[in-house]
Nanobody, 119 residues
Framework: QVQLVESGGGLVQAGGSLRLSCAAS????????MGWYRQPPGKQRELVAS???????NVVDSVKERFTISRDNAKNTMYLQMNSLRPEDTAVYYC?????????????WGQGTQVTVSS
């Protein structure tokens, strides 16, 4: 199994920046993809950015100009750099990992970290 722990959330004024971290442990060798999701109040969880083991990254169009995803393989940590934050970015941000072991696959989620952007 893979365990994920997010950190870096908090309260920030509009226009500010935050960097979220997602530390992975456990069967990290089995991870083939990771992603950042967010769930705004009263809304469904949505994908924000993703990373695959072959090094490809993707950030959804709605935040592409402001958010950057990266990963430090030595630290087994994935990051989400968020700049020019807006009140509509307020959400609980979750880290996700998809792993494959033999013929089995599984998805792990972190506990989430709250990001609140004040106007």
């Amino acid at each position: 199994q893979v365990q994920l722990v997010e950190s870096g959330g908090g309260l920030v004024q509009a226009g500010g920046s935050l960097r979220l971290s997602c530390a992975a442990s456990g069967s990290i060798f089995s991870i083939t993809a990771m992603g950042w999701y967010r769930q705004p109040p009263g809304k469904q969880r949505e994908l924000v950015a993703s990373w695959t083991r072959d090094g490809r990254t993707n950030v959804v169009d709605s935040v592409k100009e402001r958010f950057t995803i990266s990963r430090d393989n030595a630290k087994n940590t994935m990051y989400l750099q968020m700049n020019s934050l807006r009140p509509e970015d307020t959400a609980v941000y979750y880290c996700n990992a998809f792993a494959v072991t033999g013929l089995s696959s599984f998805t792990s989620w972190g506990q989430g970290t709250q990001v609140t952007v004040s106007s």
